[in-house]
């Protein structure tokens, strides 16, 4: 069995900085793809930021120049540094894992951390 755990979530002001993280746990062979989603309320869930595991990155063209992915491949967890917070970041941050378990390769996601940034 394989769990995603996310922490780091809270409420900032507009301009502000958080750090989130995920670790990944259970029966793992091999993490391909991690990324971080967000879903607002009435809205679709929509990908943030990607890092295969060459160490490549992908970012939404609403992050960029504000967010960074990375990841610690020792310790599967991958971590997303927001910064210049803006309110329209306001949304429910979800982790993303394209891993290899027994027999398996599948995506499995986090419960979700809010992430609030008020005007």
């Known amino acids: 069995q394989v769990q995603l755990v996310e922490s780091g979530g809270g409420l900032v002001q507009a301009g502000g900085s958080l750090r989130l993280s995920c670790a990944a746990s259970?029966?793992?062979?091999?993490?391909?793809?991690m990324g971080w989603y967000r879903q607002a309320p009435g809205k679709q869930r929509e990908l943030v930021a990607s890092?295969?595991?060459?160490?490549?990155?992908n970012y939404a063209d609403s992050v960029k120049g504000r967010f960074t992915i990375s990841r610690d491949n020792a310790k599967n967890t991958v971590y997303l540094q927001m910064n210049r917070l803006k309110p329209e970041d306001t949304a429910v941050y979800y982790c993303n894992a394209h891993l290899l378990t027994i027999a398996l390769i599948y995506d499995y996601w986090g419960q979700g951390t809010q992430v609030t940034v008020s005007s």
């Open positions: 259970g029966i793992i062979f091999r993490i391909y793809t």
């Open positions: 890092i295969p595991s060459d160490g490549s990155t």
